[in-house]
């Protein structure tokens, strides 16, 4: 299996500030398509994941422009460019190029 | 809009069996891929099954041969049979399509 593995597992921020998480792969995940699909998540608590980005760098709809995701083969990070209050969180990189697709352990955004 | 309503999930000794559902709304389950995924308490996101719009499905090696991915077209519904449950399968299951939507999720706990 791909181990995606995210740093740093908790993020104290302080609001306003900027934020940044990596996430590498085990292995490339460019798949035969040409397509690298390293997706990220926010999980606010008691509430189900969100995806905010979908290969690598495309934001979803409804995604505050704050986010941006970038990276390629096995390095990715998420940018975060003002932290606010509703960003609070855990934060998860998923691989969906290799079955079983898999997350990294994520990373708590938490207020210093 | 797209929704997904997840339910069915409960309290099973080990050994026991319980079918999950999720009823779709906005689309059309089978022109999409739609996954189980699961959260034990406290921890991390694992992708438990997935079934392609063509019929493929994939399982995660933990419950290979125990759950089974379905979906009915007439009710533009998904589901998960899982049998000979074991305590380590006590999670949160949500119900995603292509991992941009998301249900809110059935707790699944296994104890006798």
């Known amino acids: 299996d791909v181990v995606m593995t995210q740093s740093p597992l908790s993020l104290p921020v302080t609001l306003g500030q900027p934020a940044s998480i990596s996430c590498r792969s085990s292995?490339?995940?460019?798949?035969?398509?040409?397509?690298?699909?390293l997706n990220w998540f926010q999980q606010r608590p008691g509430q189900s994941p969100r995806r905010l980005i979908y290969?690598?760098?495309n934001r979803d709809s409804g995604v505050p422009d704050r986010f941006s995701g970038s990276g390629s083969g096995t390095d990715f990070t998420l940018k975060i460019s003002r932290v606010e209050a509703e960003d609070l969180g855990v934060y998860y990189c998923m691989q969906g190029t290799y079955w079983p697709y898999t997350f990294g352990q994520g990373t708590k955004l938490e207020i210093k | 809009e797209v929704q997904l309503v997840e339910s069915g999930g409960g309290l099973v000794q080990p050994g026991g069996s319980l079918r999950l559902s999720c009823a779709a709304s906005g689309f059309t389950v089978s022109s999409n891929y739609m996954s189980w995924v699961r959260q034990a308490p406290g921890k991390g996101l694992e992708w438990v099954s997935v079934v392609y719009s063509g019929g493929t499905t994939y399982y995660a090696d933990s419950v290979k041969g125990r759950f089974t991915i379905s979906r009915d077209n007439s009710k533009n519904t998904l589901y998960l049979q899982m049998d000979s449950l074991r305590a380590e399968d006590t999670a949160v299951y949500y119900c995603?399509?292509?991992?941009?939507?998301w249900g809110q999720g059935t707790l699944v706990t296994v104890s006798s």
């Open positions: 292995q490339s995940l460019v798949y035969s398509d040409g397509n690298t699909y």
């Open positions: 290969k690598v760098s």
């Open positions: 995603s399509r292509d991992s941009s939507y």
